[in-house]
């Protein structure tokens, strides 16, 4: 309630978002986001076309819950995430801001893209191209937006 000499006021004001329940058939479904776990190995490159056919990006990881959701359900290790060495910067590939997470020391990058590793051993002395497996991405988008007032 406020007051000044002339009004008194109460109320409130509330902003909601109804999401899509549910990810698509084969997408694990975690914090707002669906996850596509693809155990053929591909270059970071080809991984991410292949997200980008799918409506998605090779993962962004912004929390150390997120990392443990993808490290549990990797199939195999190590796998390829989306974030992506731009000169002396890290990039998501979806667009997000690179927050420094506090998991990011647990990150290898290879070929200029990132590595996630369940037992943090990853060979560099591999001969060729870096294939393998990869986890996708993409956010469930709100169904509807709404607000509610109240004033009295």
């Known amino acids: 309630m406020s007051s000044d000499s002339s009004v008194t006021s109460t109320g409130f004001f509330a902003e909601y978002y ?6 698509e058939e084969g997408w694990l479904g975690h914090e707002g986001a669906c996850y596509s776990f693809e155990e053929e190995p591909k270059t970071a490159p080809e991984a991410q076309l292949e997200c980008e ?8 990881v912004h929390s150390e819950e997120e990392y443990s959701f993808i490290s ?16 002396s910067r890290s990039i998501w590939t979806d667009g997000s801001a690179f927050d420094d997470v506090d998991v990011s020391s647990k990150f290898h ?14 060979r560099d002395d591999l001969p060729g191209d870096k294939e393998y497996p990869f986890v996708c991405k993409k956010l469930l ?9 109240h004033q009295s």
């Open 53 to 60: 056919k799918a409506g998605a990006n090779l993962a962004s």
């Open 72 to 87: 549990a359900n990797a199939p195999s290790s190590p796998l390829w995430i989306g974030l992506k060495k731009h000169g």
């Open 18 to 23: 109804s999401y899509l329940a549910k990810c």
């Open 109 to 122: 990058f290879e070929d200029g893209f990132a590595l996630v590793s369940k037992d943090q051993s990853i």
């Open 141 to 149: 988008k709100p169904m509807s937006v709404g607000s509610i007032s």
